[in-house]
């Protein structure tokens, strides 16, 4: 069997190298969910000895119908680097990614640490500010296909992530409509309540599953909460624009 580092060495590359691989489930149908973890923990190890820092955590699958259609009843998590974070308002480019889409997202930043067990007025009072953002989402599993622990693996799927400017912490994000719009026409159409009921109930999550893989969410650490309407493809020339009701808009330009 291939060893967790060489697995991770595996998704980090192609991820790397915008390639397509196989489901590591194809050839691995007993790897678990705790497996993916490790081999996502050594994944972006690796990115970090390339030079990229710590930017936070994304949570994933934080919808109850996404929850229901993989069969699972806890969201995912993946880590975030700087070199994730793009440019409000500048441009993507598509050849570094295999199939990308966007979804949007609140983002949560941090201004004290957060572990474990906590309420949601606790997870809120760590917060120092809340924003609209956007995730990239691009599996690098071939034809966007992928078992639970795959997906695990590959740092649940993120990619790159936009946020837009920071409101104060006690703005309600709990129930915002939200449009996302394509070259001017709307495409997706949706609330952050999608998000578990109520974005915090995110971070309160968040803190609980960091904290049991022995980390913990430390102040400056960007959260995004999980996306709030499906995910949309992107291909070059497309604008994307997402507007959050009464925190703002977050944009980006697709090109080659």
């Given at each position: 069997?291939?060893?967790?580092?060489?697995?991770?060495?595996?998704?980090?590359?192609?991820?790397?190298?915008?390639?397509?691989?196989?489901q590591l489930t194809d050839t691995l149908p007993t790897l678990t969910v705790e497996d993916a973890y490790a081999i996502q923990a050594l994944s972006v190890?690796?990115?970090?000895?390339?030079?990229?820092?710590?930017?936070?955590?994304?949570?994933g699958l934080t919808s109850r119908a996404k929850m229901q259609q993989v069969g699972v009843s806890e969201v995912v998590w993946g880590r975030l680097t700087d070199a994730m974070r793009l440019a409000e308002g500048g441009?993507?480019?598509?050849?570094?990614?295999?199939?990308?889409?966007?979804?949007?997202?609140?983002?949560?930043?941090?201004?004290?640490?957060?572990?474990?067990?906590?309420s949601a007025a606790e997870a809120l009072a760590a917060v120092?500010?809340?924003?609209?953002?956007?995730?990239?989402?691009?599996?690098?599993?071939?034809?966007?296909?992928?078992?639970?622990p795959d997906v695990v693996a590959d740092n649940s799927s993120s990619s790159g992530f936009y946020v837009g400017s920071w409101a104060p912490r006690t703005t309600d994000v709990s129930n915002l409509g939200i449009v996302m719009e394509v070259n001017g026409r709307p495409v997706q159409i949706g609330s952050t309540?999608?998000?578990?009921?109520?974005?915090?109930?995110?971070?309160?999550?968040?803190?609980?599953?960091?904290?049991?893989?022995?980390?913990?969410?430390?102040?400056?650490?960007?959260?995004?909460?999980?996306?709030?309407?499906?995910?949309?493809?992107?291909?070059?020339?497309?604008?994307?624009?997402?507007a959050f009701q009464g925190l703002g808009a977050v944009s980006f330009h697709v090109v080659d």
């Amino acid at each position: 069997m291939t060893s967790l580092a060489g697995l991770a060495q595996i998704v980090d590359e192609a991820a790397r190298t915008a390639t397509a691989i196989p489901q590591l489930t194809d050839t691995l149908p007993t790897l678990t969910v705790e497996d993916a973890y490790a081999i996502q923990a050594l994944s972006v190890a690796r990115r970090r000895a390339r030079g990229e820092r710590r930017a936070g955590y994304k949570m994933g699958l934080t919808s109850r119908a996404k929850m229901q259609q993989v069969g699972v009843s806890e969201v995912v998590w993946g880590r975030l680097t700087d070199a994730m974070r793009l440019a409000e308002g500048g441009d993507l480019f598509r050849s570094r990614y295999v199939h990308p889409r966007v979804e949007p997202e609140v983002a949560y930043i941090l201004a004290k640490p957060l572990e474990g067990e906590v309420s949601a007025a606790e997870a809120l009072a760590a917060v120092e500010a809340i924003a609209p953002a956007l995730e990239i989402i691009d599996s690098r599993y071939q034809n966007f296909k992928f078992a639970l622990p795959d997906v695990v693996a590959d740092n649940s799927s993120s990619s790159g992530f936009y946020v837009g400017s920071w409101a104060p912490r006690t703005t309600d994000v709990s129930n915002l409509g939200i449009v996302m719009e394509v070259n001017g026409r709307p495409v997706q159409i949706g609330s952050t309540a999608a998000i578990l009921g109520d974005p915090i109930r995110s971070l309160v999550a968040a803190a609980r599953l960091v904290g049991r893989a022995g980390e913990r969410l430390e102040p400056g650490d960007i959260v995004l909460a999980g996306g709030a309407t499906a995910a949309h493809p992107l291909t070059p020339g497309l604008h994307v624009r997402t507007a959050f009701q009464g925190l703002g808009a977050v944009s980006f330009h697709v090109v080659d």
